[in-house]
């Protein structure tokens, strides 16, 4: 199968840190990517991972992969408001070839 | 670099008319250019892939004869969502992939079109 779960809503407040988790199902795949869409926009890409990694940290963000779970996380460190969106996972398997995307999850950013 | 534009950003058009909406590479050359569909409050669903100068691989229970895809160049991709109805009312998105790019699998995105179909 092919579906990519993520929990729908995350508050934080100002300064703490975000971990935004996403769970698949294909083990196949080959690359996992943390997108970011802002209303009505499109999608901005701010990390991938390759799934022979575990870790992988630019900036601010933390990508961690447990292979043998099929579960991938991003941490933001020191969440601002301008960080507020909806953040999709998304799965490459080179079988079919395509990005298969998580569900969204919605990250409100709270003063 | 890697910018992918979208023309229109968004259209009203009314029932039964067609509805094109491009979608351009604008600093690089594209290997293949992916067109999604996104509902409200929901995840992307891809509708085809193409490639330049070849027919455009549509997924499963995507109409090829609704929804027209012409990728005529490296940088330049376009969908025509044919004698439209309401229910194609929805947020169009394309993306691309970078020739040359170290990870050729990765997917850069335009702003997306939304189209209102009265």
């Known amino acids: 199968g092919e579906d990519v779960e993520q929990s729908l809503f995350l508050s934080v407040r100002e300064g703490d840190s975000s971990v935004i988790n996403c769970t698949y199902t294909?083990?196949?795949?080959?690359?996992l990517y943390w997108y970011k869409q802002e209303p009505g926009a499109g999608l901005q890409l701010l990390t991938y991972i390759f799934s022979n990694m575990d870790m992988k940290q630019d900036q601010r963000l933390t990508v961690l992969l447990n292979k043998k779970d099929k579960h991938l996380s991003l941490r933001i460190a020191d969440t601002q408001t301008g960080d507020s969106a909806i953040y999709f996972c998304a799965e490459f398997t080179g079988t079919a070839s395509k990005l298969t995307f998580g569900t969204g999850t919605r990250l409100q950013v709270t003063l | 670099g890697a910018v992918v534009s979208q023309h229109p950003s968004w259209v009203i058009c009314k029932s039964g008319t067609s509805v094109k909406i491009e979608c351009r590479s604008l600093d690089f050359q594209a290997t293949t250019m992916f067109w999604y569909r996104q509902f409200p409050k929901q995840s992307l669903m891809l509708m085809a892939t193409?490639?330049?100068?070849?027919?455009?691989?549509?997924e499963q229970g995507v109409e090829k004869d609704k929804f027209l895809i012409n990728h005529a160049s490296l940088t330049l991709s376009t969908l025509t969502v044919t004698s439209a109805h309401p229910e194609d009312s929805s947020f169009y998105i394309c993306?691309?992939?970078?020739?040359?790019?170290?990870?050729?699998?990765?997917?850069?995105f335009g702003p997306g079109t939304r189209l209102l179909v009265l």
């Open positions: 294909d083990s196949s795949s080959t690359y």
């Open positions: 993306s691309a992939n970078r020739i040359g790019a170290a990870f050729q699998e990765t997917q850069y």
């Open positions: 193409s490639n330049e100068g070849s027919k455009a691989t549509y």
